[in-house]
């Protein structure tokens, strides 16, 4: 498939956590993107399709999954940062 270069402008906390993916994962920050990206758009394409929601319905619902997740782990994380620190 070609490539386009493209220019982007997004939030610095975002770019940051890209680029430490990046430097992780061994790939380069255009991989790093265009794979969020794809995982993105094919969780909003799935959704629309099962749910028959339009795009920015299905937009808003993945949206509030992530964040629910996210807030999922966050709480998780603590609680097990929390008891290992008892541990010791």
Do not use: F, N, P, Y
């Amino acid at each position: 498939m070609a490539k386009v270069k493209t220019t982007l402008s997004i939030d610095e906390r975002l770019l940051r956590q890209v680029r430490v993916r990046a430097a992780r994962t061994g790939r380069r920050d255009s991989e790093v993107l265009e794979a969020a990206l794809r995982e993105g758009l094919g969780i909003i394409d799935r959704i629309r399709s099962k749910a028959d929601l339009g795009e920015e319905e299905a937009h808003e619902l993945a949206h509030r999954v992530v964040h629910e997740g996210r807030e999922g782990r966050v709480i998780s994380r603590s609680r097990g940062s929390s008891s290992r620190s008892r541990r010791s």
